[in-house]
């Protein structure tokens, strides 16, 4: 089994930044890609930022440079540094980790909650 925890949630003003943290632990074989996916209220869980074995991520539409994924393969940790923050980010961000070398498996974190407020 794979566990997946998420950090780094909080409030913040809008323009703040943030920077969550996601590590996955237990009987990793590889982990084929990791991600960042947000539930804000009202809406279906949504693509924020996609990282895989390479150095190409894949981001939402709506992040338009502000949010950078990033990965720490020695620690199997991913992170997700946030800049310049709307009202509209706030919600429940979620890490998925995918194992396998067919991406097989698939897991989920518990979420952090991202609230942007004045």
């Known amino acids: 089994q794979v566990q997946v925890v998420e950090s780094g949630g909080g409030m913040v003003q809008p323009g703040g930044s943030l920077r969550l943290s996601c590590a996955a632990s237990?009987?990793?074989?590889?982990?084929?890609?990791m991600g960042w996916y947000r539930e804000a209220p009202g809406k279906q869980r949504e693509l924020v930022a996609l990282a895989f074995n390479d150095d190409n991520p894949d981001y939402g539409d709506f992040v338009k440079g502000r949010f950078t994924i990033s990965r720490d393969n020695a620690k199997n940790m991913a992170y997700l540094q946030m800049n310049s923050l709307q009202f509209e980010d706030t919600g429940i961000y979620y890490c998925?980790?995918?194992?396998?070398?067919?991406?097989?498996?698939?897991?989920w974190g518990q979420g952090t909650q991202v609230t942007v407020s004045s």
């Open positions: 237990g009987r990793i074989d590889s982990i084929y890609c």
């Open positions: 998925n980790v995918v194992t396998g070398r067919l991406g097989t498996n698939q897991y």
